[in-house]
């Protein structure tokens, strides 16, 4: 589990650079008008954290409190929704939904795109100039925590398969069981890859 401590200056990090980069661009509030009153779920499944994106007339807002509804709720893993998210923000970038489970409007996720899209931003940049070296450090923390976290899951993942071997082996193993875990490893060990190479970039940014 992360801190309490540590997630809410996640959050408040992550809400500082929303409201700088709007800031930046000087959004007028008609841009803002297709996504006022909508509420988005992010539910990060490896830290066992929820996240609400509150978007209002003027400007946007996190939250861990839970909210009343949501429009459209997003699950998965760190590494999965951090990929969603650089789709939203890069320019002529189709949506990324690799390992998502989704559910409600993804009209609404759509629209957050073309508003994000329409910004021209780039938002690790709007990240360093506002946050500076520290929340940095406090993300590096993040993705590190969640790191050990999958070797965890890829640790016990292996254990279990060679215990369900040893006990069954007299009995033949169909084909699905096989694939499925074969595929459970593979998808644990890419999001174990690309945290890896998200953490060295962030590292080399920031010493």
Do not use: Y
């Amino acid at each position: 589990m992360i801190p309490r401590l540590m997630i809410a200056g996640l959050v408040a990090a992550s809400e500082q650079v929303i409201t700088a980069g709007m800031r930046i661009v000087n959004i007028q509030p008609e841009r803002l008008v297709p996504m006022a009153g909508k509420v988005l779920k992010v539910r990060i499944t490896d830290l066992d954290l929820d996240i609400w994106i509150i978007c209002g007339e003027e400007h946007w807002w996190l939250a861990t409190e839970p909210q009343e509804s949501a429009d459209v709720e997003l699950s998965g893993t760190l590494g999965s929704l951090i990929e969603t998210a650089k789709a939203l923000t890069q320019p002529n970038a189709p949506l990324i939904f690799e390992g998502l489970d989704i559910r409600g409007s993804v009209g609404v996720l759509q629209t957050m795109q073309k508003t994000f899209q329409g910004m021209d931003l780039d938002w690790e940049d709007v990240a360093t100039r506002v946050l500076g070296p520290m929340p940095a450090n406090l993300l590096i923390k993040t993705l590190r925590t969640a790191r050990a976290q999958w070797l965890t899951s890829r640790a016990s993942l292996k254990r279990q398969t060679d215990e369900f071997l040893r006990s069954e082996q007299s009995s033949l193993i169909t084909s699905d069981i096989f694939l499925d875990t074969e595929t459970r490893t593979t998808s644990l060990k890419r999001q174990i890859d690309r945290l890896d190479a998200r953490l060295k970039r962030i590292e080399g940014q920031h010493g």
